[in-house]
């Protein structure tokens, strides 16, 4: 087993009507491929918007070249697909990707910035890569919820800075006369915490799990994706973080229990495991909120909260804990990594984490009945995994990692630790989009989506 240790105007989809309105599918086999243009449809799996078109507020967020939404059966859900169109100057690829975001996260960590953007190196090695937003994150939406729970996400992390900096900010002016009044500060409090009870109770009534993720929402887009690329094999590439990866591991092994193909042609995971249980994860300091959350079927709402935990506790030393779960020390552009806490996390259903948990029971995590274990049978599985993990990761560390690699065949998997002891260093998500992961961790990803992009 290789290894690597450290020193070594588009209208809006809330028009939806019994005679809606629907985007035409891109069909590449068109003489003239137009991906922009509008037409009365019968419902279809997949619609494709046109990023010319800038009047949706849609296009504030997005910044792919192209947003798809392809609807899950059976549920109201129409999930996001963020499109980065393959560069001309790049080999033409045989595989399209698949990039798949963690627990409580958007698109956006992938694409930060132009110059720190994860979906657009891999592009411009020519991948036609495609990032996946789930169901409850980002710019997906459930019915008539039509503009998502991303902008709700971003407008309340907007109005939650804005609070939390105004009692900073009276301290720090001492007589000086405040930007706001207690009366307007009250208001705009009671209007903020309004609008995000109704998304808190969106989540609580539709409630979903990491299974409904995994035999749902990841098939249905994955076979989107088939469609629209049309690789010669039926096969895409796909690349995970945190929780993205371990969708990525469960999938290989409940296909390899079934017997039937995964359709993945290789898989890349950063900072995931499917048992936790011999690591010092963070994670486990936030064990004891599913016991009430199970009673109570709470929602918990990492962005609000982590928005307002930066703001209020930036100048202190509570900042000296939270930062590392996410970076470590000058891996990060302060602004950058203001825009990832602002911009990147979502609220998530009780079931979720309460499936989630069982990665620190014994054998690991297992599907919403108890009775499958996933790790059992990621050994049957004949995909070629590149697993890569953070030498400063506190919430996947490298020995949590190395629990599922090692019941992989050697074979085929590749097993990284990145980091040195003089630095760089790789916290959870520097392994994305830290400072210097374009020189020090996607050459390693490059490399094994090449290899396996030509086989």
Known sequence: MPFLVPCSDLRSV?????????????????????????????????????????????WSICTADELHYVSVPNSDWNLALWRYLPSLKAEPKNHPLLLLSGLATNAIGYDLSPESSFARSMSAQGYDTWI?????????????????????????????????????????????????????????????????????????????????????????????????????????????????????????????????????ASVATLGSSLDYRPSRSSLKLFLPLADPAQVLNVPVPFGAIYTAVH??????????WLKPQVSAQDMMDPELYEKLVLNNFCTVPAKLLLQLATVFQEGGLC????????????????????????DQDLICPPEA?????????????????????????????????????????????IEFLNRYDRT
């Open 14 to 58: 809330a028009a939806f009507s019994s005679d809606r309105w629907y985007l035409s599918p891109i069909r590449w086999s068109d003489p003239k491929p137009d991906p922009f243009r509008v037409c009365a449809a019968l419902p279809s799996n997949g619609v494709a918007l046109g990023l010319d078109k800038r009047k949706d507020p849609r």
């Open 367 to 390: 599907d919403r009945s108890g009775t499958f274990f996933y790790k059992e049978h990621l050994c049957k599985s004949n995909v070629p995994i590149l697993a890569l993990g953070g």
């Open 401 to 445: 990692v190395y629990e599922t690699v090692k019941v992989i065949p050697e074979q085929l998997v590749t097993f990284k630790v990145l980091g040195e002891l003089g630095g760089p260093h790789y916290a959870h998500y520097d392994l994305v989009g830290g400072r210097v992961a374009a020189d020090g961790v996607y050459p390693h990803i």
């Open 132 to 264: 996946l937003e789930v169901r409850g994150a980002g710019l997906s939406t459930h019915g008539t919820e039509a503009n998502g729970l991303l902008e709700a996400g971003q407008n309340h992390a907007t109005r939650i800075r804005e609070l939390s900096q105004a009692p900073l900010n009276i301290i720090e002016v001492g007589q000086r006369a405040v930007p706001t009044s207690f009366a307007e500060f009250q208001e705009r409090l009671s209007t903020t915490l309004e609008d995000f009870q109704k998304q808190l109770d969106l989540v609580v009534k539709l409630g979903w799990d990491f299974d409904h993720y995994l035999e749902e929402d990841v098939p249905v887009a994955m076979e989107y994706i088939r469609t629209q690329c049309k690789p010669d094999d039926g096969k895409l590439l796909a690349i995970g973080h945190s929780m993205g990866g371990i969708l990525l591991y469960a999938m290989l092994s409940r296909c390899s229990f079934q017997g039937r193909d995964s359709g993945l």
């Open 311 to 320: 703001h209020l506790v930036s100048q202190t030393p509570v900042l000296s």
